[in-house]
């Protein structure tokens, strides 16, 4: 399974970026995704989650009211959408499929992971 994120880039703070995740097999429309980031010298950070149909989702604290994730099945493609940026939200962001069907918030629980896409917000 190959996942390729895409959508990242410079943005002002305030401002928006709709980050996309493709999924080179149908199947990861059966499986849990997630959004994770990292920043330079920092662990790598659940961003955001979501179940098979869409039905849940979990956000990091810090990005609740302002990121949404959802997926769409007939395609096999998650998206992040970001709004209200701040300069703390730049990092490199990656796409990963969980092992299950499920909402997975644990990094541990995901086996395959994208290349990462750069997210730079300026002040």
């Known amino acids: 399974v190959q996942l390729q994120a895409s959508g990242g880039g410079l943005a002002q703070a305030g401002g928006s970026l709709r980050l996309s995740c493709t999924c080179s097999r149908r199947t990861c429309s059966n499986n849990g995704m997630g959004w994770f980031r990292q920043a330079p010298g920092k662990e790598r950070e659940s961003v955001a989650a979501?179940?098979?149909?869409?039905?849940?989702?979990h956000y990091l604290d810090s990005v609740k009211g302002r990121f949404t994730i959802s997926r769409d099945r007939t395609t096999g493609t998650v998206y992040l959408q970001m709004n209200s940026l701040k300069p703390e939200d730049t990092a490199v962001y990656f796409c990963a499929a969980a092992r299950s069907s499920f909402l997975v918030t644990q990094r541990s629980g995901y086996n395959n992971w994208g290349q990462g896409t750069l997210v730079t917000v300026s002040s």
């Open positions: 979501i179940n098979w149909n869409g039905g849940s989702t």
